[in-house]
């Protein structure tokens, strides 16, 4: 089995050391290709728009041609028939005689085209339904794959945080290594106590372990992103490191503007309050007449050649318009009207909340985003300050004088700025990606 393993390792790390560099936008589309959700939202469009074309049936007229012909036989047929017959006597009386008839065939042939169709004012309130639910569905696609967008986004940025920070630690522990070597040569001298030496060494340990820890969460961020990816976890994946961690300036009212105009999610909510209304549109045509109208041809004759020839003749041509209207249907249309102004009032009141849950989101993410800016510049002066700091605890040290408390307490001060540095940095443009969702500029 360790023979097994070994050499599956290495293909690994090697196909991993070889595998081509993903920038962001590979990662995106790639993700766009292989996500299940929007295939879904794809054939739900395309669902969509035959429904439109359903209703748009509604404004044409149907067309149907009919050609009959019938042959019919009929056998012979025995009637009685009643017959005055006078006797020799003189007296009359009446009979019943059989009579045979001669069997006989009939034949017929007809030919016929009919037009009709019926208006009402439902028809065009339908078609009207359903063109912004094509629309809406055109909606939804954008926000699902501004959505994916967004995660890839927050995938790909945590691998690269992973990735950052995995270098950070592996700087400790060399800190850790070189300062291990310090202790143990001036405990030789014997300038400094054995104490101090076997903190370093635990020191030391420490680090090792929070590396490799950090490098187990390299291997999770690059499954995750994998599997956003749409691929195996498994699956050897390099992504570039050259990000451009740039912060535009923001303006907070424009954003709230671009929020409400271009937020996919919102503008899906006021087509369901159109929709809604148009359904009540379709409720209260109950109230209206409906206008029917048809034309139709026909031929007949029990020669087929007098109906497929000698057009002057066996034709008949009728035309007729019908304007009805329901007077009672036991409340139906009422009934129909109120729950249509029911659905009305649930698309708003959706809508509402929507905009409430959004909004709070989108002042959240711009709240965290400007503070995140702040706690970029005091982490950039922290690292300032804390390499000046474990410079003159590493001098100190060596010429005796301080101790490996004091040398750890500043490299421990170092490594976490750092770290927060890279937290920080990777977070505002998390921020930044959740906030073009928001806004809609995830448009692909």
């Not at 300050?385 to 410079?391: H, V």
Request: aromatic residues 8%; hydrophobic residues 35%; proline residues 2%.
């Amino acid at each position: 089995m360790k023979k097994f393993i070994i050499p599956s390792l290495l293909i690994f790390s090697t196909s991993l050391t070889f595998a081509q560099e993903l920038t962001l936008e590979n990662c995106i589309q790639i993700a766009l290709q292989n996500n299940k959700n929007i295939l879904i939202s794809q054939e739900s469009l395309k669902s969509s728009q035959e429904d439109q074309t359903i209703s748009r049936a509604g404004f044409i007229p149907e067309l149907n041609v009919s050609a009959t012909s019938s042959k019919t036989k009929f056998g012979k047929t025995i009637t009685e028939r009643e017959i005055d017959v006078t006797d020799s006597t003189g007296t009359a009386t009446t009979v019943l005689v059989p009579i045979e008839s001669d069997g006989f065939t009939t034949k017929n042939h007809s030919l016929s085209a009919s037009l009709s169709k019926t208006w009402n004012y439902a028809t065009l309130k339908s078609y009207q339904r359903s063109s912004l639910s094509v629309e809406q569905s055109e909606l939804e696609l954008k926000d699902t794959k501004s959505q994916i967008v967004t995660s890839v986004t927050d995938s790909y940025l945590n691998l690269l945080q992973a990735q950052e920070l995995e270098k950070v630690y592996s700087e400790n522990v060399k800190l850790s290594e070189e300062q291990l070597k310090r202790a143990e040569s001036l405990y030789k001298v014997g300038t400094q106590t054995k104490a101090s030496f076997l903190q370093s060494k635990v020191s030391l340990g420490t680090d090792k372990i929070r590396l490799l820890e950090q490098k187990e969460n390299v291997k999770v961020s690059r499954a995750n992103l994998n599997i956003n990816l749409g691929k195996d976890p498994f699956e050897p994946l390099a992504v570039s490191e050259d990000f451009p961690k740039v912060i535009p300036e923001i303006n907070f009212e424009e954003l709230i503007q671009n929020f409400k105009n271009n937020n996919f999610s919102l503008n899906s909510k006021e087509l369901d309050i159109k929709q809604a209304d148009k359904s009540r549109e379709v409720a209260k045509s109950g109230y209206f007449p409906n206008l029917t109208g048809s034309l139709s041809y026909g031929r007949s004759n029990s020669d087929l050649g007098e109906v497929y020839g000698s057009f002057d003749r066996n034709w008949s041509f009728t035309g007729s318009a019908t304007l009805s209207m329901n007077l009672f249907n036991g409340f139906q249309t009422s009934a129909n009207l109120q729950k249509a102004e029911i659905s009305k009032i649930i698309a708003k009141r959706d809508f509402e909340r929507t905009l409430q849950n959004l909004s709070l989101d989108l002042l959240r993410t711009y709240e965290d985003l400007q503070t995140t800016i702040q706690v970029i510049t005091i982490n950039r002066e922290r690292i300032e300050s804390a390499e000046e700091d474990l410079k003159l605890a590493k001098e100190r040290y060596s010429v005796g004088s301080g101790t490996q408390l004091e040398f750890r307490d500043t490299q421990v001060a170092l490594i976490r700025a750092k770290a927060d540095l890279v937290i920080s940095e990777f977070g505002a443009q998390k921020a930044l990606a959740k906030l073009n969702e928001l806004t809609g500029k995830n448009n692909y």
